[in-house]
DNA sequence: ACAGCAGTTTAGACAAAGTCTATATTAATG
DNA sequence: CATTAATATAGACTTTGTCTAAACTGCTGT
C-alpha cells in the first residue's frame, strides 16, 4: 500500500453534499475517501487511496475503500479508467475528456475532449445502448 | 481455464513463415498457439487459449502461454485489448479497428476503423511518442 | 556422432488486485 | 431509546499473471 501525503482536503459539507445529491448516505469512511478523490481533478487507484487516507494509523479497511470506490463509479461520482491491466484508475473528474497513458512510466494524463473529435459512429449492436466512449493515447517514452 | 473446441487451424507453413518473418523461432507451441490465435479474427484470453491448446490432454504450459502471448503482442503479431480490469484480450487482427465492450456480457467485438474517426488530434506530451490509439465503446444491454 | 551451448519450456511457488463471508459496528426509525 | 437496516471490518479466498530453478531441445563445430 503506497504512502502518500493527504494534501489540501476538500469542505466536508460540500462533499455531504455532493454524496447525498447522488443517494448515497454519507457514512464518515465515505467522507474521508470524497475529500481526498475531489480534492483536485485526479487518477487514483484503490491502493493510493487507501495509502493516503490511512496515511500514519489505519482508519479505513480495504474491503471498505473496495466498496466504496466501486459505489462511487456506481453512483456517477467518479469514473473507472481501465488502461492498465494490473489495476483500475478513479478519475475525479467525471466531465467528458479522454487520456493518454505512458506506457513506459504508467502516467496517466488527460485529453481535454475538445482536442479530440468522433465524427462519425458506429452503428450500435441490437438491443444494446452505449455507456460511454473511452479514447486511450498510448504513449512510450522517445529514446532518441 | 475454460474447455473450448478447437475449431479449424491454419496451415502450419502459412503459420511458420508469419513468425518468421517477425523474427520469432518457431518453436512447437508457438506454432500450435499461433494456429489457434489466427484460425479467424478473434478475441481471447491467455486463459481461453490455455483452453484450446489443452483440450483433452496437456501440452503447452501456463508459462508458455503466457510468455508466447506476450512475445508475440511485443512482436507486434497480435495486438493487446485492454477493456476488462481481470484480464487481458489478444487480438489476432492487428489492423486498425476499435471496439464495442458489453460491459453486461463481457462480450468485445469490432468497430470498423472507416466508421469512427478523429478529426482532431491532442498534442502529445513532451519527450513521448504515440504508441496506438484505442477506442473502446462501453455497451449494456437494453432492459426495457 | 556427439559435447557444449543458447534458447525454450516446465512445474510450481509466488505476487498483487480484488472479492467474499461472517461478525461487529453504526446510523436511522419509530 | 430500542430495534432494525445499513455499513464496516478482518481475514480468508480467488484469479490473473510473474518468477525461478531445473529440465529439455536443437543447433554448432569438430
Redesign the pocket.
Known sequence: MENILKTQAVAKPEVINMLKQKG??P????VEIAQILFSKPQHL???QVMGIVNNGE???????V???L?LFANKGLVREVIVD????FYDSNIQSHHHFYNVDSGELTDIHAHTVQLNSYPELPEGTEADGVDIVVRLRNKKD
Open positions: 448515497i448516505s457514512t464518515q469512511q465515505r487507484s484503490a491502493d489505519q482508519r479505513v479497511s480495504k474491503a471498505t473496495y466498496n466504496t466501486g491491466p494490473t489495476k483500475i
